[in-house]
């Protein structure tokens, strides 16, 4: 069984027009109005609550993430587009206990409601902040992704590559339609969330992807968000059902100074030690030029870390074939392989489609069949 490599995917034009105008110019003629909004403040101000900033904007004024703004009175929000599409193994978001081996029709926009000096999407997550991040948005149905989705047989539909909850509206619209073909659906999100955006999208999400990017309040502000949110957030996803999956990408120097590594797994422990765990090796990117980047040690050290603290699934990411058994999902009970991986590529799967080890038929938690 093989995971294969990503392909990316021209979109089919709906015959809306992109040209003239700045990148906010052509977004603004994609966006409709929103549904995760109220009349809030004086008159004519909206609140929108689709992220954990909880914009309050007057009229014509645009929350954080730029792309959500009033427009007289009404939150108006990105619809019909996306900036990037493409078939990923959906190892690659990283989903381990999500149909393993199988392909994620991938979709994303542009924007974010952080702005991370790391970001390895940053062409599509800072194209409104940053003039030197390119990506075009290009006009689509979401007939046409789903239409997509199917003629390429992948399992599932994921939003990733910008943050999901700032364009949450267009995703589940694209949901909604996939569901029905027996599509599986996830979010990949920085997990700057509120209950409101959570209850809008448990009736069509499965799966929900966290970063947990540090764990502490000075680390978490220089990135755009707070702790006590995204921590708030993990807990809340979990409790609504979702499967959820947590990344830490290990940046030295930034997120893994003294005990932090112990405080990330003891905050995910806390909330479930089934949640799976993946620390991720950080490569120099974007504005972060600085940190060194994260060697097979640090990772293999921060996995050790991970178990110790309770966690029974946690994974090293990034460094294929180089961090031994931190690749693989092994039985909890038994402690025989699961499903053992390179990279984005399923060597072997033994965890049967109801979720069970075929040894000693302990229940693995997460969506196998
Ligand atoms: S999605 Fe978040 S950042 Fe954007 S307008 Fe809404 S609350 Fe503000």
Redesign the pocket.
């Known amino acids: 069984m093989s995971g294969g490599n990503g392909r990316k995917i021209t979109p089919l034009a709906t015959g809306r027009g992109t040209s003239g105008g700045t990148l906010q110019d052509v977004l603004d003629r994609l966006s409709v109005p929103g549904e995760l909004w109220h009349p809030d403040g004086g008159p004519g101000d909206v609140r ?4 954990g ?3 309050l ?1 007057r009229d014509g004024r645009r ?3 730029r ?2 703004y009033n427009d007289g009175g009404i939150l108006k929000v990105p619809h019909g587009y996306v900036a990037a599409l493409q078939c990923d193994p959906i190892e690659k978001k990283p989903f381990f206990h999500v149909l393993p081996g199988s392909d994620a029709l991938t979709f994303g926009m542009l924007g974010c ?1 952080f702005h991370c000096g790391y970001c390895q999407n940053w062409l599509t997550s800072q194209a409104l902040r940053d003039t030197s991040a390119g990506a075009a948005p290009k006009p689509i149905t979401a007939e046409a992704i789903v239409g997509l989705a199917r003629r390429e047989g992948v399992a599932s539909l994921i939003s990733s590559y910008n943050e999901p ?2 364009s949450v509206e267009w995703a589940m619209e694209i949901f909604r339609l996939g569901r029905p073909f027996g599509l599986r659906t996830g979010c990949v999100s920085n997990g700057n969330a509120t209950p409101e955006v959570l209850d809008h999208i448990r009736p069509w999400t499965d799966a929900f992807k966290v970063d947990l990017k540090a764990i502490d309040e000075r680390s978490y502000r220089s990135l755009g968000g707070t702790l006590a949110n995204v921590l708030a957030s993990i807990r809340q996803a979990h409790e609504r059902g979702f499967w959820v999956e947590i990344v830490t990408l290990l940046v030295p120097g930034f997120n893994d100074c003294g005990d932090a590594v112990r405080r990330m797994a003891d905050a995910v422990a806390a909330v479930s030690p089934t949640i799976p765990w993946h620390v991720t090796a950080f490569h120099q990117d974007y504005q972060m030029t600085g940190p060194r980047n994260t060697t097979v040690e640090d990772l293999v050290r921060a996995c050790e870390t991970g178990r110790d603290a309770g966690l029974r699934f946690v994974y090293a990411g990034n460094l294929p074939g180089r961090v031994g058994r931190w690749e693989h999902t092994w039985c909890p009970d038994c402690g025989k392989v699961l499903v053992e991986r390179f990279g984005y590529t399923i060597l072997q799967r033994r965890v049967t489609d109801a979720g069970a080890c075929p040894d000693c038929g302990s229940r693995i938690p997460g969506i196998w069949g």
């Open positions: 929108c609550v689709a992220c900033h909880r914009c904007l929350g954080i993430c792309v959500r409601d909850l700032i």
